[in-house]
Nanobody, 125 residues
Framework: QVQLVESGGGLVQAGGSLRLSCAAS????????MGWFRQAPGKEREFVAA????????YYADSIKDRFTISRDNAEMTVSLQMNSLKPQDTAVYYC??????????????????WGRGTQVTVSS
């Protein structure tokens, strides 16, 4: 199983940008579809973005589409989430997750079997 560690969270003003990174170790990273999920205070964890094992397809939640971009570097074993035009409602703990490539719906968190510990993103108004 791949191990995941997120970084890059912090405090930013509304309209600003942050770039989250997730570093992987363990099993071949290139076999894993990767996703970002987030959990705001008092809310359930939700899907944000995902990318297939080879970077060929990306998926985004409607709430962040056109503002966030997911990318990966299999040689560096990293996946990133560029977040622009941040809003206070983007405040949450962001989690990196991985699943062995399997096709289908990449937004279902129950399909992911590797999770990082999360990184806090706080957007002030």
């Amino acid at each position: 199983q791949v191990q995941l560690v997120e970084s890059g969270g912090g405090l930013v003003q509304a309209g600003g940008s942050l770039r989250l990174s997730c570093a992987a170790s363990g099993r071949p990273f290139s076999l894993y579809d990767m996703g970002w999920f987030r959990q705001a205070p008092g809310k359930e964890r939700e899907f944000v973005a995902a990318i297939t094992w080879n970077g060929g397809r990306t998926y985004y939640a409607d709430s962040i589409k056109d503002r966030f971009t997911i990318s990966r570097d299999n040689a560096e074993m990293t996946v990133s989430l560029q977040m622009n035009s941040l809003k206070p409602q983007d405040t949450a703990v962001y989690y990196c997750a991985g699943r062995l490539m399997a096709g289908g719906n990449l937004s279902s968190q129950s399909d992911y079997d590797a999770w990082g510990r999360g990184t806090q993103v706080t957007v002030s108004s």
